[in-house]
């Protein structure tokens, strides 16, 4: 028996951008060029970034221990 609600979830009532800067855990989205088109609230406090000055450059050019970690993980050293 297949029982269909028609009840939205309770998490449609938030924006997700609300959501995600609620948590404690810090969270960066990049685009193809690893620019950071999303970062939460944690992410920019863990970082000391501001987004909206870092939009247009890539994750290497602000930020030289995550510099360090894209240039781990890439040759996998």
Same mark, same amino acid.
């Given at each position: ?15 997700? =951008? ?39 450059? =890539? ?11 894209? =240039?781990?993980?890439? =040759?996998?050293?």
């Amino acid at each position: 028996m297949v029982v269909e609600s028609n009840f939205p979830s309770a998490l449609s009532h938030f924006d997700p =951008t609300d959501l995600l800067d609620a948590l404690s855990t810090g969270i960066v989205m990049l685009d193809a060029q690893l620019c950071a088109i999303y970062a939460n609230v944690a992410a920019q406090d863990l970082l000391a970034f501001s987004l909206s000055k870092v939009r247009e450059e =890539t994750l290497r050019q602000f930020h030289e221990d995550v510099a360090a970690f894209i =240039t781990e993980t890439q =040759t996998g050293k």
